[in-house]
């Protein structure tokens, strides 16, 4: 009679790490790159033959949610490390976004926590607002368009007086130049002091309408200090 077995002959490793006789072994792997584990096996094992490279005998314990297993550098045993990969991280110095793309613990400088504004600063455990900073950036702003409405309402005044000095300007230009003039005292008269919350002067109705939109833009992007978070 045929003899049959329903044994599976297994392999065991000597001191070497090799088979001391041909057999299956269920084998752990890990990413050759990055250690992470991938996946359990059954492989076979000549006689004197090892392990594939980047596996192991022993079986990591499973992790938990946002937890990744990845084999020590040293190849001893498996850890587990926090996972963000695919989350956005903050440098605690500029502010600057990263995307995490690697298990582990976050570097010292980064945190998940978003800053509410350009002018944030943390403080080793959430960001705080620096309203002074804020404040003297959204008077800057202010000032520089203050200039640039100025240098376009003297362009205008100057163009119309020319007109008016050589005896060839018009009723309508000269009303023109009337408004710019008013315009030119009621600009300089604008506190910039008071940015964000300025209010500016009409635009005089002359000059293209692209023009008239530049120069109605007024420097709004900055929050208001006093209704920071």
């Known amino acids: 009679m ?67 297993i990845v084999r020590t550098k040293d190849g001893s045993h498996w850890q587990t490390l926090p996972d963000h990969r695919g989350q956005t991280a903050y440098d605690t110095a500029t502010r600057q976004a990263t995307l995490i793309t690697e298990p582990g613990e976050l ?3 980064l945190t998940l926590l978003p800053p509410g504004t350009d002018f944030d600063i943390w403080d080793g455990k959430q960001w705080n607002t620096d309203i002074k900073a804020q404040k003297a950036a959204a008077v800057q702003r202010a000032e520089n368009h203050k200039a640039q409405l100025t240098a376009k309402a003297f362009e205008h005044i100057a163009t119309l007086e020319r007109a008016v000095k050589l005896g060839i300007a018009t009723q309508e230009e000269k009303k023109q130049l009337t408004s710019w003039e008013a315009y030119s005292v009621l ?16 635009v005089p109705a002359t000059g293209s309408s692209q023009e008239r939109a530049v120069l109605d833009a007024s420097p709004h992007t900055f929050l208001d200090p006093t209704k920071s978070g």
């Not at 008071?194 to 009409?202: D, F, Q």
């Open 187 to 202: 600009l300089r008269r604008v506190d910039i002091e008071n940015a964000p919350s300025v209010t500016w002067p009409t």
């Open 107 to 109: 570097p010292a400088f």
């Open 2 to 68: 045929a003899q049959y077995s329903i044994k599976i002959d297994k392999a065991e490793l000597n001191q070497h790490g090799l088979a001391k006789e041909a057999g299956w072994m269920t084998v752990y792997h890990a990413h050759p790159l990055s250690r992470e584990y991938i996946h359990a096996s059954m492989e076979y094992l000549p006689q004197g033959v090892g392990l594939p490279e980047y596996s192991y005998t022993d079986a990591p314990e499973l992790s938990q949610d946002n937890a990744a």
